[in-house]
């Protein structure tokens, strides 16, 4: 899948309503929404430069050992200690709380979380990254990375069901597993602005449920994926949510993602055969 980041939740601004009144409305919320996103992803790409600096100053850090030094340790441990670094946790964990304000933009919409309750859940997601990177550190030693998930999960679940309640948490969980599409969507939706006919992020939202009563996978009560949704299936419904001129460039951009993994599937499927 090409091109489906974070970022393309920076969705096109077009109103097309008759009412001018309304139309003056409209094009401020999605303009005050347009700024919002604009901001947290300038945000996202400065953490992560600064991430990135920092990275390479551990490494060096790292390399500045005396020879004496680093023939005492094995091949395998600068990689353990850089992902051990207390400064590299701290930053990848900061990294990704710029990446999570993104993505989860529109559950906060859905439940209606408050500026501290949004700060809250941040936190309480960090609690995941924090996990991931002790379970490679355990991983890098030879040890079972499951010990950290087990101790986790559970703390995770309980103050996401304190901060949410059952039916949020719940809300919760199907968002993410519908990750994969609804990033698909917006990508796409984003990239229809520079074809004349931009996608309003409520059209989004309703293709996306469309999307997902097609899939597949996410039938089976398993995640998302865009490659098994019937497509063929969303047209007459997106007819409904779309204008002709947007539906007609949405369909053609689904159709090219589409030719563009079966050349993927039958150049690998060349590479891998016996000559």
């Known amino acids: 899948m090409v091109g489906v980041t974070g970022a393309s939740l920076l969705l096109a601004i077009g109103v097309l309503v008759s009412d001018e009144l309304n139309q003056r409305s409209h094009a401020r919320d999605e303009a005050h929404l347009q700024q919002q996103l604009t901001e947290a992803n300038q945000h996202h790409a400065a953490l992560s430069q600064d991430a990135a600096a920092a990275r390479k100053e551990i490494v060096e850090r790292n390399g500045r050992r005396s020879p004496a030094a680093a023939r005492q340790v094995?091949?395998?441990?600068?990689?353990?200690?850089?992902?051990?670094?207390?400064?590299y946790q701290r930053?990848?964990?900061?990294?990704?709380l710029a990446r999570r304000h993104l993505e989860f933009q529109r559950l906060y919409r859905l439940l209606?979380?408050?500026?501290?309750?949004?700060?809250?859940f941040e936190n309480i997601m960090a609690l995941q990254?924090?996990?991931?990177?002790?379970?490679?550190?355990?991983?890098?030693?030879?040890?079972?990375?499951?010990?950290?998930?087990?101790?986790?999960?559970?703390?995770?679940?309980?103050?996401?069901?304190?901060?949410?309640?059952?039916s949020g948490f719940a809300q919760l969980q199907?968002?993410?597993?519908?990750?994969?599409?609804?990033?698909?969507?917006?990508s796409l939706a984003g990239q229809t602005a520079y074809l004349g006919a931009p996608i309003l992020l409520d059209q989004a939202d309703r293709l996306a449920e469309v999307a997902l009563t097609n899939d597949a996978t996410y039938?089976?009560?398993?995640?998302?994926?865009?490659?098994?949704?019937?497509?063929?299936?969303?047209?007459?419904?997106?007819?409904?949510?779309?204008?002709?001129?947007?539906?007609?460039?949405?369909?053609?951009?689904?159709?090219?993602?589409?030719?563009?993994?079966?050349?993927?599937?039958?150049?690998?499927?060349?590479?891998?055969?016996?000559?």
Do not use: C
């Open 74 to 87: 094995s091949a395998s441990a600068p990689q353990t200690n850089f992902r051990s670094d207390p400064d």
């Open 91 to 96: 930053l990848t964990i900061t990294s990704s």
């Open 112 to 120: 209606g979380l408050a500026p501290a309750q949004i700060e809250e």
């Open 129 to 166: 990254d924090q996990a991931n990177l002790d379970a490679t550190a355990l991983k890098e030693k030879g040890e079972d990375p499951q010990a950290v998930y087990k101790r986790s999960g559970p703390e995770w679940s309980s103050a996401m069901k304190r901060l949410l309640g059952d």
């Open 174 to 186: 199907d968002y993410l597993k519908t990750t994969s599409v609804r990033a698909f969507i917006d």
């Open 219 to 275: 039938r089976s009560g398993k995640g998302t994926d865009p490659g098994m949704v019937n497509w063929d299936a969303v047209w007459p419904s997106a007819a409904q949510i779309l204008s002709a001129e947007q539906l007609e460039t949405f369909q053609t951009m689904v159709m090219t993602w589409q030719l563009q993994k079966e050349i993927v599937r039958k150049l690998a499927a060349k590479r891998n055969s016996p000559e």
